[in-house]
């Protein structure tokens, strides 16, 4: 379902959108747009969400990854 979304310009901008009315479907145009920055700052939000989580992620102690890879190839 769609909404209806509405927001004030410069006259002089709607002049020149309704010039290019024939060659540009506004509401396309902008929907797009819209959606486009809507997705890019969930992105955002999305990443510091992640670097949250990491920078309160207990390090791992030095020579963990040694020890569990031999530990792997020893159960083998």
């Known amino acids: ?3 209806v979304v509405s ?10 959108m309704r010039r290019y009315a ?3 479907n506004w509401t396309e ?4 747009f819209v959606k486009s920055r809507v ?3 969930e992105r955002e939000e999305n ?4 670097v949250k989580i990491l920078m309160n992620t207990k390090e791992v ?3 963990f990854s040694e020890a569990s890879v031999v530990e ?3 159960s083998s």
Not at 7 to 16: A, L, S, Y
Not at 29 to 32: F, S
Not at 47 to 50: F, S
């Open 1 to 3: 379902m769609s909404e």
């Open 7 to 16: 927001f004030k310009i410069p006259r002089h901008i709607k002049e020149k």
């Open 22 to 24: 024939d060659r540009v």
């Open 29 to 32: 145009e902008l929907g797009r």
């Open 39 to 41: 997705e890019e700052l």
């Open 47 to 50: 990443i510091k969400e992640v």
């Open 61 to 63: 102690p030095s020579g």
């Open 72 to 74: 792997d190839r020893d």
